[in-house]
């Protein structure tokens, strides 16, 4: 089965950086579309970065295009969020998801990892 778990969330103030990594397992990849949503308290839960998996085309949310990097590597099975500039605002829980080829959800999600961004 399908299985995605994130790492490296934290605590950092407003200026610094953080990687996230997303560990996927239970299949190859191929054709999938991979991704970072983030929710922050009372908030709606919003799209940050996706990633193909074969062809590493990118899309960002304009809030974050610019700062965040995503990233695959697919000898390991990650998937990678580079955050840089951090502001408060990008304080949320960061998840990771991913969507099968021709599906229109994405189907898979991990629990989530807990970015704070201190002013």
Not at 6 to 29: D, I, W
Not at 63 to 88: C, E, H, W, Y
């Amino acid at each position: 089965q399908v299985q995605l778990v994130e790492s490296g969330g934290g605590l950092v103030q407003a200026g610094g950086s953080l990687r996230l990594s997303c560990a996927a397992s239970g299949r190859t990849f191929n054709g999938y579309t991979m991704a970072w949503f983030r929710q922050a308290p009372g908030k709606d839960r919003e799209f940050v970065a996706r990633i193909t998996w074969t062809t590493c085309y990118t899309n960002y949310a304009d809030s974050v295009k610019g700062r965040f990097t995503i990233s695959r590597d697919s000898a390991k099975n990650t998937m990678s969020l580079q955050m840089n500039s951090l502001k408060p605002e990008d304080t949320a829980v960061y998840y990771c998801a991913a969507r099968p080829p021709g599906a229109v959800a994405y189907s898979y999600w991990g629990q989530g990892t807990q970015v704070t961004v201190s002013s």
